[in-house]
């Protein structure tokens, strides 16, 4: 979050704990032992006060390239008396964190969300990356509300996408990663119209 993570009045905070880690475990269902080991892992948290009027988030570790992972999340964010549209997305590729948030001023190009895929394009001054994400069957979780966990949102562990990341200051723009994540995260959770033409805020 940057420095927003410092203001105390915020709706909703966000943290990543890890982008990829490997798992090792067994856990018993109904009787029936299932073998986590060997897969890879992520974990994020949220707190505050409730969740954002409307958000997208996406998340995928299972890139045919190995050792590549994102975490991707546009969300309304109230602020001081208005909204703006509050973007955190890191793609992990080659060793490198590629960050393309509001704090450090990156904007989104195009957020297209429609009932079969999500298309989403970002850029900062050096770097565009392009989402194609297609959504998928999505079961219900509890999610908390100021009393209590009678929120709903609807997640999906079978969201499949294709990212394309190009480098933009140089002679020629040249792509540093086009790949395909399978096993995706994903939300698409409330007033969406909105979110797709609210206005972002500069750092």
């Given amino acids: 979050m940057g420095w927003y993570a410092w203001v105390p009045f915020m709706e909703c905070y966000h943290g ?3 982008l990829d880690h490997t798992i090792e475990g067994i856990l018993h269902i109904d009787g029936t032992a299932v073998d986590f080991s060997g897969g890879r892992g992520y974990t994020e948290k949220d707190w505050g006060r409730r969740f954002p009027a409307a958000w997208v988030w996406f998340q995928s570790n299972h890139f045919d390239t190995p050792g590549t992972s994102i975490t991707a999340s546009v969300a309304i964010i109230p602020w001081l008396g208005s909204t703006f549209r ?16 509001t704090y450090t001023g990156a904007r989104i190009e ?12 970002m850029r900062d001054r050096h770097y565009r990356l392009e989402l194609y994400i297609r959504r998928a069957e999505a079961g219900l979780l509890h999610a908390p509300a100021i009393e209590d966990m009678s929120g709903r949102v609807a ?40 979110l797709m033409t ?5 750092r």
């Fill in 86 to 101: 509050g973007t955190i997305v890191g793609l992990w590729h080659g060793g490198r964190l590629y960050r393309f948030t």
């Fill in 110 to 121: 195009q957020l297209a969300i429609e009932d079969e895929a999500v298309t989403w394009v």
């Fill in 155 to 194: 997640e999906t562990l079978q969201a499949t996408a294709t990212a394309c990341l190009v480098q933009l200051d140089r002679s020629r723009p040249t792509a540093i990663l086009e790949d395909t994540a399978r096993n995706g995260g994903l939300e698409v959770v409330g007033d969406v119209q909105r």
């Fill in 16 to 18: 990543v704990l890890s």
């Fill in 198 to 202: 609210l206005k972002e805020r500069s």
